[in-house]
């Protein structure tokens, strides 16, 4: 199984969390499943909290995902919380695409009632988590978002070589969510998910709480969704509404238009 992990900062620059991505990957993916990375252009990982940026910037993923089913890869996915251009790169692909914190938000739901979620602390990603979950449906089954009292600068920096510093700020913030009705907790952050995994954390050990790294559940609902479609026939994804599949020629047509 080939899949393509699409990232939305560029290459350079990278290196350091795309290697602590592949050390989370290579501990759970399956052992015929071959991993590529691809990337955007973006090359401030701190944009990504602005709507501009994150938006324009989610047009290069698309163009990503059109890539990979055309470039022979069996599934891909996106890197990154805010399940950026699924949709639409669901509308160009013939593999499947997965964006983790649905697939996450949907996981947690088997595993009880309601889920709680713990991102970042900066407020224009807090409202559009909130705004994620609204868009799944699943207002009545979230029993809130919570942003660590950590600033992201610090949590990216220090994080990465002090992992149990930011997930022991994770396991506060968990426990506040189960106060408020959470079963279960999902971590609507890349790179707060890496780090919640590099530390071991998947749980609140005492209450029996899961904790889930959206990044891990990502990948493992792409290797499932590769296999469903290769060994029973499913479609990729439906093709009535908004995922009705755009033809490649009316993709290029449209793409001429808009080249600066």
Not at 110 to 118: I, L, N, P, T
Not at 152 to 176: C, D, K, L, Y
Request: hydrophobic share 40%; with cysteine; glycine share 8%.
């Amino acid at each position: 199984m080939k899949l393509c992990i699409i990232h939305i900062n560029a290459e350079k620059g990278s290196e350091p969390y795309t290697k602590l991505i592949d050390g989370v990957f290579s501990k759970i993916k399956e052992p015929g499943t071959e991993l590529t990375h691809r990337f955007a252009r973006l090359k401030r990982a701190s944009d990504t909290i602005f709507s501009y940026p994150y938006y324009i910037n989610s047009l290069d993923v698309v163009h990503r995902f059109a890539e990979a089913s055309n470039e022979g890869f069996d599934g891909t996915m996106v890197a990154c919380c805010g399940d950026p251009g699924i949709i639409q790169g669901r509308s160009l692909s013939k593999i499947p695409v997965v964006g983790p914190f649905a697939a996450t938000m949907h996981m947690a739901c088997e595993y009880g009632a309601k889920f709680g979620v713990v991102t970042v602390i900066d407020r224009p990603w807090l409202e559009y988590t909130e705004g994620l979950v609204a868009s799944n449906g699943l207002q009545s089954r979230c029993a809130g978002v919570a942003g660590i009292n950590i600033s992201s600068m610090e949590a990216f920096t220090r994080g990465f070589v002090e992992p149990e510093f930011v997930a022991e700020e994770i396991v506060r913030q968990s426990r506040r969510l189960v106060e408020n009705g959470a079963n279960s907790i999902v971590i609507a952050s890349a790179g707060l998910s890496c780090i919640a995994s590099v530390a071991g954390l998947n749980q609140i050990k005492d209450l029996g709480v899961p904790i889930f790294d959206s990044l891990s559940i990502g990948l493992k609902t792409l290797e499932l969704r590769v296999a469903m479609t290769q060994r029973t026939g499913l479609p990729v994804t439906s093709r009535v509404g908004l995922t009705e599949f755009f033809e490649p020629q009316d993709a290029a047509r449209v793409h001429a238009l808009f080249k600066a």
